[in-house]
């Protein structure tokens, strides 16, 4: 089955923990993105990858990191998370192709920093 | 820049009937994806219909249909025969062009909610 998986899928830290949230998508996809989801603003970009080794920031980077050594595999990192960040994040991949209207979602992870 | 409006925050309807959520866009280039998602309480994104900005006809999926207005920049999603399962959050979002190099980021409006009564 096609899919995006993330874990985990719901998190409380404390604030200055480093944590990361693992993607993963079985699609082959070049195409990965983080995003994070805040009540009345919408999901906004965090980062995101063209491809393996090639990540860019989005519209909402700071305090976040990724990597892509893999294709498959898209974390997101918080070196040290604040309350800020407590939000719902979703990994999305799609293919490289440029076809509009394929973007595959993860179920979402739920964040919480005290 | 690209921008979504969702100007309803809150939306009612009663069980079997039809429901249209608004949605605005703004975009300079002539190439572009619309897209809405259903999002119900447990938080997943539910994807739900497509349009592209070159599509002559108003796509439809079941009880969705998007109402495409190009000139007017509007694409607001149609649902018939609403269910009490219909109930949730949905969002309408626009996909760059590709050639923009930011991996097909989707733009996305504030969401509706819709709550539909029996």
């Known amino acids: 089955e096609a899919q995006v998986t993330q874990n985990p899928r719901y998190l409380i830290t404390v604030t200055g923990k480093k944590l990361t949230v693992t993607c993963s998508q079985n699609?082959?996809?070049?195409?990965m993105s983080w995003y994070r989801q805040d009540p009345g603003l919408g999901l906004r970009q965090i980062y995101y990858?063209?491809?393996?080794?090639?990540?860019d920031k989005g519209d909402v980077p700071e305090g976040y990191k990724v990597s892509r050594k893999e294709k498959r595999n898209f974390p997101l990192i918080l070196e040290s998370p604040s309350p800020n960040q407590t939000s719902l994040y979703f990994c999305a991949s799609s293919p490289g192709t440029p076809s509009y209207n394929e973007q595959f979602f993860g179920p979402g992870t739920r964040l919480t920093v005290l | 820049a690209q921008k979504i409006t969702q100007t309803q925050p809150g939306m009612f309807v009663q069980e079997k009937e039809a429901v249209t959520l608004d949605c605005t866009y703004d975009t300079s280039d002539p190439s572009y994806g619309l897209f809405w998602y259903k999002q119900p309480s447990s938080g997943e994104m539910i994807f739900l219909i497509y349009q592209g900005s070159y599509d002559q006809q108003n796509a439809t999926e079941g009880r969705y249909s998007l109402n495409f207005q190009k000139a007017r920049k509007s694409a607001n999603l149609v649902i018939s025969a609403s269910q009490l399962g219909d109930s949730a959050m949905y969002f309408c979002a626009m996909r760059e062009p590709l050639i923009y190099n930011q991996g097909g980021k989707l733009i996305f409006g504030q969401g509706t909610e819709l709550s539909v009564k029996p």
């Open positions: 699609m082959n996809h070049e195409y």
């Open positions: 990858s063209m491809n393996v080794e090639v990540t």
